[in-house]
């Protein structure tokens, strides 16, 4: 069986890496990977927001069934194009990838159903926004509704914060257009969880809950990145808590989608804030998120492959056990290139340690030059998983792991998971 595979991070590494886990038969051809997916499958350059060439490739290489890694082609139709060519694909159509693509679409749809989350008023004006911030108290969080790579979010501590935010934003338009709306949220204060959940459009398979770390420092200190490293389970993501989840947000949000003429099929993640009022949603997100999967996924002792296909092909899976999990926990450290998530030098050579039996390196920004040596191409390169029987370990054999990565000012934070364990 073929699969096709959209996306060239981490992310589609582990998933490459976990369908071959599955089913060491299936080929998986990927659009466009990178230097360690190209170790399980076969690369062929196809951007990922080239639709025309993804449907092609699909037909010509007989896939069985697509599966999209990241946000962009989804929201650019990529599924509503291959389902109207009869081609079975994972992932949610253009009108479902709102949850993720327009902040406004998402919070309207929580609100209305009584879905908790932070209260937020959306603007276009920057008069009627800076007013509506100071009907809030401070910190006040102020967003672009549409995609900004993650650094749409402002978490202003003072009026004048807010309103430069506001001004970035509306006037200056530093988002482009996804900055031409924007959300004035009330802050919330918690730890939060990052919980992934495959659905058909009604039924769901919850994964465990993974936390990650968005900041470049340890400790989670300066600037946000794209993520610096995940781990899971989380202790503080009960069986009790778990279900409220399911009741409270998963399932009101799948009916609130059909309710809306878009239901959502593929992986919904919820980004979640554990307040003093208990669980409320941060933002939910259309696809697996990177790197939390890289986690994840080795802990999977279920079939993903399986859930995967019926859902790409449009059957319920109102039939399938929940899917089961490894005992033991599970560290994955990123190691970035200098000066991420700034500017970063690419074509640097790359060493990385040989995967063993419970640690694998999973590549994101890795190239072959020329002459067929690894080098970087990116800011987050690769990270180091490790699953072990306790988090210390996990952490521990995964720092090791991302230690061993050799390149030119490589640099990694060696305290992943570090909440799980100063938990006790
Ligand atoms: P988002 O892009 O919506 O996920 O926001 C990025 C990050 O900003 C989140 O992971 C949170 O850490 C933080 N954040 C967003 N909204 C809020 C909020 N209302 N209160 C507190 N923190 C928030
Ligand atoms: N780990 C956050 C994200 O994938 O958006």
Redo the contacts with the bound molecule.
């Keep these: 069986m073929k699969i096709l595979l959209v996306g060239s991070g981490g992310r589609e590494h582990a998933l490459a890496w976990k369908l071959t886990r599955d089913d060491p038969t299936v080929e998986i051809i990927a659009a466009p990977g990178n230097a360690g997916i190209a170790a399980i499958a076969r690369c062929v350059p196809t951007k990922v927001t080239d639709l025309d060439g993804l449907i092609a490739l699909a037909k010509a290489e007989g896939v069985a069934f697509t599966v999209v890694g990241p946000e962009a082609p989804l929201e650019a139709g990529i599924v509503d194009r291959f389902r109207a060519e009869g081609l079975p694909i994972f992932g949610p159509t253009a009108a479902a990838a709102r949850i993720e693509t327009s ?1 406004h679409f998402a919070k309207s749809l929580m609100l209305r159903s009584g879905i908790p989350t ?1 209260r ?1 008023e959306t603007f276009t004006e920057v008069a009627a926004a800076k007013a509506a911030v100071r009907m809030h108290s401070l910190p006040v ?1 102020i ?1 672009a509704s549409g995609i900004a790579a ?1 650094k ?2 402002v ?1 202003a501590q003072s009026l004048e914060e807010a309103d430069a935010a506001i001004e970035m934003m509306l006037v200056e338009q530093a988002f482009g257009a996804a900055g031409a709306e924007v959300l004035v ?5 918690g730890e ?1 969880l990052s919980l992934f959940a495959l659905t058909d459009g009604s039924h769901l398979l919850p994964f465990i809950a993974a936390q990650d770390h ?1 900041r470049i420092g340890e400790g989670d200190t300066g600037p ?1 990145t794209g993520g610096m490293g995940a781990y899971a389970p989380v202790a503080i993501a009960t069986p009790a808590l778990m279900d409220e989840v399911m009741g409270r947000i998963l399932r009101p949000t799948l009916a609130a989608m059909r309710e809306a003429g878009c239901p959502f099929t593929g992986l919904l993640y919820a ?1 979640l ?1 554990l307040t003093a009022d208990g669980p409320k949603v ?2 939910f997100n259309c696809r697996f998120g990177d790197p939390e999967t890289q986690a994840l996924l080795p802990l999977m002792a279920s079939s993903l492959l399986t859930p995967m296909r019926a859902i790409a092909r449009g059957e319920s899976i109102a039939g399938f056990l929940p899917l089961t999990w490894e005992a033991g926990a599970s560290v994955t450290t990123v190691v970035a290139a200098a000066g991420y998530p700034g500017r970063v030098r690419s074509g640097d050579p790359i060493e990385v340690p040989t995967d063993t039996a419970s640690r694998w390196t999973f590549h994101a920004g890795t190239t072959r030059d020329p002459q067929g040596t690894l080098v970087t191409s990116g800011g987050r390169v690769v990270a180091v998983t490790a699953v072990a029987p306790t988090i210390a370990e996990a952490q521990r054999v995964s720092a090791a792991g991302a230690a061993a990565v050799r390149f030119a000012g490589a640099q990694f934070r060696r305290d992943i998971g570090w909440r799980e364990l100063a938990r006790g």
Excluded at 185 to 189: A, K, Y
């Design positions: 902040k932070a937020a969080v967003k993650g749409g979010v978490i949220e009330e802050f919330m204060q939060e968005k946000n980004g804030m941060v933002e």
